[in-house]
């Protein structure tokens, strides 16, 4: 069964969910930096948009490996692979300063938006 839930209250849900188990993407990666996104995301209907959790990690030539060193919001538009904007920040506020001011935090947080997993499937209720 899909359920659907509000914006401004699903990063609260997804953090008490299992979804440890789907496998990270690679979504950009250079010598000195890569930016891993979450293999799921949440896809907002109304927008047609996708928002995944990311972190920016930097390279560590003494660890031979990249390390994270900061937590990141994702925006894609629907269907695409490539992204199109990235930030420092939470869903809601990513969402916003991606739109410009054109709503406000409050009407972003009472979008309808989907758990959605990389088999095409959408969660079923917690």
Known sequence: MEKAYRLGEVEEIIAGMELMEVPDDIMESDVD??????????HIPELGLNLHEGVFCNYDGEEGGYLPDFAITVVKEEGQEEWIYYEQD?????????LHGKTDLE???Q???FICLPDGNLTAEE
Do not use: H
């Open 33 to 42: 930096y890569q930016i891993v996104i979450s293999g799921w995301w949440v």
């Open 90 to 98: 939470g869903f809601l506020i990513t969402l916003a300063n991606y």
């Open 107 to 109: 009407q972003l947080g």
């Open 111 to 113: 979008l309808f938006c």
